[in-house]
Structures are given as structure tokens and as C-alpha cells.
């Protein structure tokens, strides 16, 4: 059994800590001094060290020092009422595992003090980071992103004008750039003209320039609905007349430009020779976790970061109505953030962290209903005859809910009655049938 020194003089929050770290299924050993905890950890060992700042008779920053000057020391969790600058920033350099402030909201911490105690399969970002990295971000295995697939590769071994669509954020300048590396122009620099952020009045000039730039290479125009229409006929005078390869992007639906009379649909046609459409981020969830992780480690190279389990299941969650560019920017954010190793929910933007309450449960009750469809499966395969009656597979599930719960409620019953609002001798009676507890 895991055991963890609780460093912590208020008796009222060591107890809560020690009940907490109960749950976790870890034995807690309390010091109410520094000094006391600095002995208790010299003569045992421990899988973890939640640490006050304020001690009776001396600094928790002393105690951390000196506990991290040990052999191979454990992590440790600092707590403080008083979240100074210098205080964390202290904390961070002297080895701190992670910095908590009071009042300690405990379901906050208590995913942290799993991962420490129970790890459970993680999320590492081990994607390698290479000069062409932004290629790597071109993965998915959501069936959007592999038609997608179909058609960059498609294009990369041709020569003709290539549309890519989706929302702002999506990855169409990055499909674009792969495409380009990748073709028989790539030994020449391409060229991006980006119609969304030129004057009106300049955009003629900047276009015809950029045009004559990409001779011999390829020529990205993004956002190409916001061209006004004679700048429309030029592009399709150009395309037409010179050699350039034309690749261009658009979160407007251009068919719907059409119909508004507001983009040519010659110039649809000529651009529109291989279309590539790429999902929303909220249409590929399954390739959250990869994505996630590669945009994790091109945020902190030089630093081993994991997403914990809790943490993939608040991205999977999200919206993400600003796709990867979003999500890259939490990860980024992430990064900045995590003082260790572990990246926690807590770690994630705030606005991402507050949107996404609803959706968390709706995924853990999906696992849930995995979970519970593949114990059926294996217990009920077989002829009709053999299988078990419906009480006894009720049994079996009641059976290892009410054991967790147990332990939650301190293996105390009463209590437990009480939180389910349940008769106490009903609850004595179905602890004594399915667990043996008399």
C-alpha cells in the first residue's frame, strides 16, 4: 500500500487530507511540526508528501529543501494560505512537485494525488519534432481526415489547382504547405497571398505581385472569397495564362458566394480541380488525443510532458469552436502552466476548463456504457441455457459499486446509508449478502 506524510497543523484539514488519501486506497501518516515531518520521513518511506508552508516552528520551504535533498525523494505537493510570488516561485525552484492554495478545494486536487498514487496509462507527447514538424500535424484516423488524406496525396503527385475548405482554424494552410513540400515544385519557395488583409485599394498591386513571385512555384491566395470580382478575373485570367501552381483556401462556402452573385463560379470550377475539405476539430475526436499531444510537445521540446487521463477526457469534451489553431494555443497554454510533468485539467485554459463540465459527464457515461457492454459480452456469450440470471448479474455490478463506495465513506455504512438516502438495515443486508460483511 501506498503511504503518504501529510506535513499539516491544522487538524481539521490534516484530517481531511488523511480521509481523502484514504479513498485514494493510500495510508496517510500525519506530522503537526516541520520538524516532525522531516524525522518521520527519514525513518520511512513514502510515495508522496503533502507539505504546509505555514509551520509552527519553521518554514515548510526549509522542510521541502531538506526533503528534497534526500536520495531519491518523493514528489511533493506544497499547500500555503499565503500564495506569494516569492512563495511559489521558491517553491518551483526548490523541486516542489506542485503548489496548492488555501482554502484546498479537494476535488481539485484529488485527480493530482492519483496520478501520483495510482498511475494509470497517460498520453505522452512523444511525437518527434523535425525541421518539416507542421507535416506531423497532418494526422487522423476520423474518416474526414482520411478522405482528406485521399486527395493531399492525390495532389502532391499532380500539378493542378487544389481548393481547400473548412473553418478558420482547421489546418488548410498547413494541408496546403504538406501539398507543396511534397510536390514537384518544393525545391522553389512558394508564395501566400492572404486576401483578407489587404486595402481594397492596394489589393491589385499586392496580387500581381505576389503572382510574378511564385513564377515557377506555387502560389497560395487564403480567403479567397474575400477577393472583390475583377480581382476574381484576374485570378482566373492568371491561372489560365501562367505557370504557377494556384492553391487557395476559403472558410466562406463558396456555393453559397455563387448564389449571392458574390464569387465567380468560372473561377470556382478552374479551382476546384481537386477539393480538399477538412472537418471541424468537434468532427474528429478521436484524433484529439494525438493531436493534443503533438501540439504538447512542439509547446515545451525539451520538456517530457504527459496528459493525464482526466485531462484528455475535459479536450475530448470541448467544442472547440476555434479547432486546432485552439487547441494548440492550450496546449501552449498548458505548457506555460504545468510546474511538473503531469498535465492536470486544472492546467488547461479557463475557458476551456469552464465550458466543458456537461461534456465530461456525457463522456464518462459513455465509458461507462463500454465498460458495462463489454462485461456483458463476456458473460453472457454462449447458448441461451448457460447464461446467468438477470439478479445475478445485478449482483455482481451492486457488488463492485458498493465496495468503491465503501471506501470513499471511510468503511462506514451509517454514512453510506445516509449519502444514498438508503434504509440502514436494507445496506447492512446487501453488504452482508454481496460483500460478507457482517
Known amino acids: 500500500m501506498s503511504r503518504v506524510l501529510i506535513i499539516e497543523d491544522e487538524y ?9 488519501v484514504r479513498r485514494l486506497g493510500a495510508e496517510p501518516v500525519v506530522a503537526a511540526s516541520g520538524q516532525g515531518g522531516i524525522e518521520k520521513a527519514k525513518k520511512q518511506h513514502f510515495d508522496l508528501v503533502l507539505l504546509d508552508i505555514g509551520l509552527p516552528d519553521m518554514s515548510g520551504l526549509k522542510v521541502l529543501a531538506t526533503l528534497r535533498a534526500e536520495p531519491e525523494p518523493p514528489p511533493i505537493l506544497i499547500i500555503t494560505a499565503h500564495g506569494t510570488l516569492e512563495n511559489a ?9 506542485d503548489y496548492f492554495l488555501k482554502p484546498l478545494n479537494l476535488a481539485d486536487m484529488q485527480p493530482c494525488l492519483r496520478a501520483l498514487l495510482q498511475p494509470l496509462p497517460m498520453e505522452k507527447s512523444d511525437v518527434p519534432v523535425k525541421s518539416g514538424a507542421d507535416q506531423a500535424l497532418m494526422i487522423g484516423a476520423a474518416p474526414g481526415m482520411q478522405r482528406c488524406f485521399a486527395v493531399i496525396a492525390q495532389a ?5 489547382p487544389v481548393l481547400l475548405s473548412g473553418p478558420r482554424g482547421s ?8 501539398i507543396h513540400r511534397n510536390s514537384a515544385k518544393a ?17 491589385e498591386k499586392a496580387l500581381m505581385h505576389a503572382f510574378e513571385e511564385a513564377r515557377g512555384s506555387s502560389l497560395l491566395i487564403e480567403e479567397i472569397g474575400s477577393l472583390p470580382l475583377p480581382l476574381q478575373a484576374l485570378v482566373s ?4 495564362e501562367s505557370d504557377r501552381r494556384v ?32 472537418p471541424a476539430l468537434s468532427d474528429r475526436v478521436e484524433d ?20 493525464a487521463p482526466e485531462t484528455l477526457l475535459y479536450l475530448k469534451a470541448h467544442a472547440w469552436p476555434g479547432h486546432v489553431r485552439e487547441l494548440g494555443a492550450a496546449m501552449q497554454h498548458a505548457a506555460a502552466v504545468c510546474p511538473n510533468s503531469l498535465v492536470l485539467p486544472r492546467h488547461l485554459p479557463a475557458a476551456v476548463a469552464a465550458s466543458i463540465q456537461d461534456g465530461a459527464s456525457n463522456h464518462l457515461d459513455a465509458a461507462l456504457n463500454r465498460a458495462l457492454t463489454a462485461w456483458l459480452d463476456m458473460r453472457v456469450t454462449g447458448p441461451d441455457e448457460a447464461l446467468p440470471e438477470y439478479e445475478a448479474l445485478l449482483a455482481q455490478v451492486e457488488k463492485q459499486m458498493l465496495a468503491s463506495l465503501l471506501v470513499r465513506f471511510d468503511d462506514k455504512p451509517t454514512r453510506l446509508a445516509a449519502a444514498l438516502k438508503m434504509n440502514r438495515a436494507t445496506l447492512r443486508r446487501k453488504l452482508r449478502e454481496l460483500l460478507g460483511r457482517e
Open 156 to 160: 502532391c503527385a499532380a500539378d493542378a
Open 237 to 240: 485570367r492568371m491561372i489560365t
Open 187 to 203: 525545391s522553389a519557395p512558394w508564395v501566400i497571398f492572404r486576401a483578407d488583409e489587404w486595402p481594397e485599394a492596394e489589393m
Open 171 to 178: 489546418g488548410k494552410t498547413l494541408a496546403a504547405q504538406v
Open 89 to 97: 516561485l521558491e517553491a518551483r525552484r526548490l523541486g516542489a512537485h
Open 12 to 20: 481539521a484539514l490534516a484530517a481531511a487530507l488523511s480521509t481523502v
Open 288 to 307: 484529439i488525443a494525438a493531436l493534443a499531444c503533438f501540439l504538447l510537445g512542439r509547446a515545451a521540446p525539451q520538456r517530457e510532458l504527459i496528459l
Open 247 to 278: 492553391l487557395a483556401t476559403s472558410s466562406a462556402i463558396l456555393a453559397e458566394l455563387i448564389t449571392a452573385g458574390r464569387f465567380r463560379e468560372d473561377l470556382y470550377y478552374q479551382l476546384a480541380v481537386l477539393q480538399v475539405c477538412l
